[in-house]
């Protein structure tokens, strides 16, 4: 009986009624997902399982993996990425400065890594302490993320600039663990800290002792040279931008050029990309391909594919080096890899199995990387047009372009609108222009510029040069399209079930012509283009004290109108919460305009933001105390008031004789709604509340008070808190802000009152409604728990030296 064919390539016997089971390979596709679906849903628990549980959970899902059949072997995937992420993650945390080094001055000794940022007033830079010598053992070996800034009042400490990479020092730094701010959006610098395993920042003390014993080395060094050297030869603004796409170097671009970037779409281009990483492997192929040619007696000792293909893998992966080892590079090599592996086994290899294995790899390296926008919108973006366009090299090169960012466009939206809250709407145009433009033009006279920099110094500046001109022709187009009103779209936070809608959407919508319902898949975009606001009723009130550290900006919407009371802080030419905290925090929230803008008093911790917001939301009613110069701001007089959908703004203090005295003199501002009110007394003090008491202590009354001045003992008057009989009393302050605010003996006179004391240096941004329901305030840390939350690891190390202390007695 002749042998079943049939039965052998396909797994189905001849009469097609029996399917046989197959074993999935123990690395494909499948397990790929698994493994980064697993880790991606560890990272999403509110608290990390125990070490001893990750453990085992990691031998049976390694276990499973190896030896299970079909879906067995997908579920071990998934354990085993899940468990492997968890053990990285109490790693990761376990590295974090302990309690009792919390804020000390500290002796390090280390080298400088990366690349430094130096700015007007300060430089941040990352640091390797040391593994031997004097240094605490918790700091040997750990990387640091610290900041030398210049001494007020004086003149720029020179010596800063002399940080660069490689080099190596000793000093006194003040450290403290990692801890950011936590407010509405996607900016979690405590998530960023776990995720490099920062053990501690903190700043150098200028004061004591520095010794500095080498200069830049290392390929963070020769970067740095090759950055000097383009500013050197490029002039103009082109400069910063042909840094970025020859070596990686991003720190010359401000802010409003990211944003024009954002607004455009092109923050693809603009970075190093897995694109550059295959340029250079695809141009080092083909010079491996021509010395074959010419050699032909290489192909005894190798034939010329598995050449090319280790030439091109070698090449990559230095490149990959030189810009810094990004995510996107990193899957680019390791994709190369993949296939060079498979040339010199001599095996076919299709591209969404190297993508699967690349993804593999990097998760089993590091499954954290599963936090980073980068790693979903590389992988993701390869898959896409995998899948959707298999057979691309039969397309025209037009037909191509069009067709491969039409892919990339509409199966990234989901993706980019959740992580960033933000949708390009000049994207495709500009991406149509800059993808053939930059990638066939600016960016290979970028990189043969650092190539011929490599080889000597100096040979690479005509190539740098013609690579800015030919980025200066095409940005004032992208320029011009980032101003339009409609080129980026801000989205609020969508609900959890909008993000695998919108890719049942695109998935649904890319899929070939003839399959019907496109039109009603589009509906599935709205729960993420366009979501619920919450918005509360008529007469209602919701308002968000934001968590801008040691200042105040709190947030106050009616049912169509919105308030900001204060902007937060800033400091000239350093950290601006307007624009790092505030702004994205209001496009979170999806406010779309401000109609007033309220500016309590003229001190940094309050009107600092203000230029940042007013530039993005230009608000068209301001106020101010009359003495603050604000530009256009009307005074807040005693007495004034608007109405909006049946809420109450009145100003209480300072009335028209008052005299300009800073704090005193802020903007007293109460919300009379339908179900209560909301009392923002600013930065007043005792003084001020006692006349603010004597005057009318029924006006007073509130349900949720602000507490004056962040929690200061200069304010807080026992007058003032019995006469506001508050149910919730807000501290607006910074973690362990050199003020002590709040200070202790406020927040019991605010409880022994009966308010229930609430602050943004532990609960993060506060949410407050007013309506049917009654007063409720939440907190942002409480209400999206997060297993790498700074908090809870305070609250664990107060509860072990409180049982230590315990032990001790």
């Not at 097609?16 to 089971?21: D, E, R, S, T, W």
């Not at 390694?62 to 899940?82: D, M, P, Q």
């Not at 990387?369 to 980068?374: H, K, M, R, T």
């Not at 007013?614 to 009307?634: C, E, I, K, S, T």
């Amino acid at each position: 009986m002749p042998p079943d064919y049939t039965r052998a390539a396909t797994g189905i016997d001849g009469a097609g009624a029996h399917p046989l089971p197959m074993a999935l390979p123990v690395f494909g596709q499948a397990t790929a997902a698994a493994l980064v679906l697993g880790a991606a849903g560890l990272l999403a628990l509110p608290a990390l399982p125990p070490v001893w549980a990750l453990a085992t959970g990691a031998l049976a899902g390694l276990a499973a993996w190896a030896r299970g059949r079909r879906w067995r072997r997908v579920a071990g995937a998934g354990l085993f990425g899940a468990a492997l992420c968890g053990l990285h993650v109490a790693h990761s945390l376990g590295l974090q400065l302990p309690g009792d080094l919390e804020r000390a001055d500290v002796v390090l000794s280390g080298h400088v890594v990366q690349l430094p940022v130096h700015e007007a007033q300060r430089t941040r830079f990352a640091f390797r302490v040391d593994e031997g010598g004097a240094v605490p053992e918790a700091l040997r070996g750990r990387l640091l993320r610290l900041t030398w800034y210049d001494p007020r009042g004086s003149q720029p400490d020179a010596r800063r600039h002399a940080l660069e990479p490689g080099s190596h020092w000793r000093f006194t730094a003040r450290v403290r663990a990692p801890r950011s701010l936590r407010n509405p959006g996607w900016m979690d610098g405590e998530k960023h800290a776990m995720a490099q395993r920062v053990t501690a920042v903190g700043y150098v003390r200028t004061r004591e002792a520095v010794e500095q014993g080498g200069g830049r080395r290392g390929v963070d060094g020769w970067r740095a040279a090759v950055a000097d050297r383009i500013d050197a030869v490029v002039d103009g603004d082109a400069s910063r931008y042909v840094r970025a796409l020859a070596i990686g170097d991003t720190r010359a671009l401000g802010d409003l050029d990211w944003e024009a970037l954002r607004a455009t779409g092109l923050t693809h281009l603009i970075a190093i990309s897995g694109f550059h990483v295959g340029m250079v492997g695809g141009f080092f192929a083909l010079l491996a391909t021509g010395l074959w040619w010419c050699v032909p007696a290489l192909a005894r000792v190798i034939p010329r594919p598995q050449g090319a293909a280790a030439v091109a893998l070698l090449a990559s992966t230095g490149y990959a080096a030189v810009a810094g080892w990004e995510l996107p590079t990193v899957r680019t090599v390791l994709m190369i890899a993949v296939v060079a592996a498979a040339r010199l086994a001599r095996r076919p290899l299709r591209i969404a199995d190297a993508l699967a294995y690349a993804a593999t790899a990097v998760v089993l390296v590091d499954p954290m990387a599963v936090l980073s926008a980068g790693f979903w919108l590389s992988f993701a973006g390869v898959a896409w047009l995998v899948w959707c366009l298999p057979d691309a090299r039969e397309l025209s090169a037009a037909r191509g372009l069009v067709a491969s960012q039409w892919v990339a466009t509409l199966g990234l939206l989901p993706l980019t609108a959740t992580l960033f809250g933000q949708a390009s709407l000049a994207g495709p145009i500009a991406n149509l222009v800059a993808i053939p433009w930059w990638s066939l033009v600016v960016v290979p006279l970028a990189l043969v510029g650092t190539g011929l920099e490599a080889l000597q110094s100096g040979a690479g500046d005509w190539a740098w040069q013609a690579a800015a001109s030919a980025f200066a022709l095409s940005w004032p187009l992208f320029e011009r399209l980032a101003a339009s009103p409609f080129a980026l779209w801000w989205l609020p936070e969508p609900h959890v079930l909008a993000l695998p809608l919108a890719l049942l959407a695109a998935f649904w919508m890319l899929l070939p012509r003839g399959v019907p319902g496109k039109a009603l898949a589009a509906l599935l975009w709205l729960p993420l283009l366009w979501p619920d606001r919450r918005l509360p009723a008529p007469g209602a009130v919701e308002a968000v004290v934001l968590d801008v550290g040691q200042g105040l900006a709190v947030l106050v919407r009616t049912a169509t109108h919105a308030v900001l009371y204060d902007t937060g802080p800033a400091v000239p030419d350093g950290f601006d919460a307007g624009e790092r905290v505030v702004v994205p925090a209001l496009h979170a929230l999806g406010v779309r305009r401000l109609d007033a803008i309220v500016v309590s008093h003229g001190d940094a911790d309050h009107a600092g933001g203000f230029p940042a917001v007013q530039r993005r939301f230009a608000a068209p009613v301001l106020f101010a105390p009359q003495w603050d110069r604000v530009p256009g701001a009307a005074p807040c007089l005693a007495g004034s008031a608007w109405q909006a959908d049946g809420v109450t703004f009145r100003f209480l203090h300072p009335d028209v004789h008052f005299p300009d005295f800073r704090n005193p003199s802020s903007c007293v501002l109460r919300v009379d709604t339908a179900y209560g009110r909301l009392l923002l007394p600013g930065d007043i003090d005792a003084v001020v509340e006692r006349l603010l008491v004597h005057r009318d202590a029924d006006a007073l009354q509130a349900e949720v008070v602000v507490a004056a001045h962040h929690g200061s003992r200069s304010s807080s008057d026992p007058a003032f808190v019995a006469a506001s009989g508050a149910h919730y009393a807000l501290m607006s302050a910074g973690h362990g802000n050199r003020f002590g605010h709040p200070h202790a003996p406020v927040a019991e006179r605010w409880t022994d009152a009966g308010s229930v004391v609430l602050g943004t240096a532990t609960g993060g941004a506060l949410g407050i409604r007013l309506d049917a329901d009654g007063p409720a305030v939440d907190a942002q840390r409480l209400r999206r728990p997060r297993l790498w939350d700074a908090a809870q690891r305070d609250a664990r190390w107060a509860r072990s030296r409180a049982a230590l202390s315990y032990s001790d007695d």
